[in-house]
């Protein structure tokens, strides 16, 4: 081969090798680029998350036992003030979303915790004598469930950025470590306003007969959407916060 053409061949394929860098520094930073993948895995992991509710909630369960224990825990926390039933709604999702949050074994909870859930509601459907599925769907037309089932997702996906940290070694963990924090308070507080809402649903769905016990927690979605917007713009922002070691091209 002629030594031009080499060489006119050696320089292409470098260039064409560093395309991929090129478009990275073009069109995105490394940390845009991982405030993406991060935003399309929450959202995935929650789709998922509600497809797991569907699917289990539809099926048919016969387990007494479980739905005795679900109702007088229930009724324990129902017959109490507001205040106490926001405290206990919100220790116990706190909890879970903080198992939710360990690395590897927030995966397998995130999954068991969803299908325990949906089963119960498959259960009190049955009970009811209405499908599963629709009794699901109406807890869906509440805001608290949209404010509270997005954070597990969350809560996991956290745990796995966490775990990537870790492997891309201590440098990188120390510089992504503010936000994996900022990511978790973030969830702690949307926990707080998804079971004040929770809370005050219930208060009306026990303290006023039909039809207000029905319409009343509906009429929450007039402060949820902008409790919705500021949380939006706040995980946006999180997301976004800048790196100087995610600045880098990968």
Known sequence: MRPGLQHTLTDSAKRINCIPDLVIKCFMSHSEWMTRILRNAILLTFGVELVIYAIVSSMSFNNPALLDSFRSQQTSIISQSPLLIFFAIFTHNLLVATLDFIPAFGTFLFVQS???????????????????????????????SWLELPVYAISMIGGIYLIYSLLKGKAFLRENLTRTVYIYFFAVVQLAIAGAFEAAE???????????????????WIPAVPVFYVLHRLFKQLMAMPSRLNDVPP
């Open 202 to 220: 219930i208060y009306f769905e026990t303290s006023y007969s039909s039809p207000d016990n029905a319409i009343y927690p509906l009429m929450m």
């Open 114 to 144: 969803a299908i325990s859930t949906a089963m119960i509601i498959s259960l009190q459907g049955t009970a009811a004598g209405v499908p599963g599925l629709a009794l699901f769907l109406t807890l869906l037309l509440l805001p608290h």
